[in-house]
């Protein structure tokens, strides 16, 4: 058994506390207000294709009340890092390992300007979920995948730690897939991320829609080829064909699908714009590598990054 603190307990971080919390381990959800006031009373319901079920674990708000785990997860949505992230303090001991699964490239960075660098383990995950009322998780389709590894340090190397909590998610019956260079699978999912959520957040339409023409389709390709410039200029050993197997991937999923930032943006809400396209900006910037598509998408979407309310 491990303890585990779930630091955003909505539709990604709940699903996978609830499920390690039904394999037995000891976990705790940070969560606020009705969310949290739910688990307390009824526990975390997730209903699922795979097995619906209700899991119970601690919850807490003040993560003082905690003390240091195994196991941090950091789920919470970028934009709330500032005030969330700080939270990690007290659930930091000398063996712990902060395992962030937040969208981007730059948690790992975020996470280690609080915690320090050593603790930090790098993740990308591939999820459907929603919180569709508080205390209740709805997963669409059955994808469950985190991959992981060390980023920080001498690499490649796949450690004890990333072994240990590849162990501990698989016996969860979720797809935990250690790694030896964790920054490889975040770089490789952003760069088409950055650029979907883009064009989709600017069209406001799902993909189908944006695939469909050929001058847009052929734009975000080169936007795609922008962020993976980036990220070789930074040194990151992304496949030779990271961008060629987008094509066939996006010809093969749903033309229904909408980015997390479009479904924000259309609810009103904030979206991630300065950890998706702002961070392929700034980050290209420094590289000295042009990213004039995914500068045009970020100037769209910019306005729109505190949401309705302005």
């Known amino acids: 058994m491990m303890r585990f603190a779930i630091l955003g307990s909505g539709a990604v971080g709940g699903y996978y506390g609830a499920r390690l ?4 381990h000891d976990v705790t959800f940070i969560a606020r ?12 319901e997730v209903r699922s294709a795979l097995g619906s079920f209700v899991a119970r674990g601690r919850a807490e708000e003040d993560t003082s ?13 970028t934009y709330d890092n500032t005030t969330a992230l700080p939270l990690l303090r007290p659930l930091v001991g ?12 730059e948690s790992v960075s975020d996470v280690a300007a609080i915690a320090g660098e050593p603790p930090v383990v790098g993740g990308t995950t591939y999820i459907a979920t929603a919180l569709e009322a508080p205390g209740l998780i709805v997963q669409t389709g059955t994808h469950r995948r985190i991959v992981f590894g060390e980023v920080f340090g001498t690499l490649p190397r796949l ?7 590849e162990e501990a998610l698989l ?21 088409f991320l950055a650029t979907l959520a883009g064009f989709t957040g600017a069209a406001r339409l799902p993909i189908g829609r944006v695939w469909a023409e050929p001058v847009t389709r052929m734009r975000f390709l080169e936007g795609c080829a922008e962020v993976a410039a980036v990220a070789r200029a930074e040194g990151i050993p992304i496949a030779a064909d990271a961008v060629d197997r987008i094509a066939p991937y996006v010809e093969s999923i749903p033309g229904s699908m909408r980015s997390s930032l479009l479904i924000d943006l259309s609810q009103g809400k904030r979206i991630e714009v300065e950890a998706l ?5 700034r980050r290209g910037a420094r590289a000295g590598v042009p990213t004039p598509i995914m500068a045009t998408l970020y100037a769209i979407l910019k306005p729109h990054e505190s949401g309705a309310g302005g």
């Open 94 to 105: 000398a063996s712990t390992a902060i395992l962030t699964v937040q969208n981007g490239v």
């Open 65 to 77: 009340r905690i003390g240091p785990v195994d196991v941090a997860i950091v789920a919470v949505k």
């Open 171 to 191: 016996a969860a019956d979720i797809q935990g897939e250690a790694v030896a260079d964790g920054r490889v699978p975040i770089w490789e999912k952003f760069i």
């Open 277 to 281: 396209q702002g961070a392929v900006v």
């Open 21 to 24: 919390a039904r394999a037995g």
């Open 159 to 165: 450690t004890d730690r990333v072994r240990r909590i």
């Open 33 to 44: 207000g009705a969310h949290l006031a739910a688990i307390r009373d009824r526990g975390l």
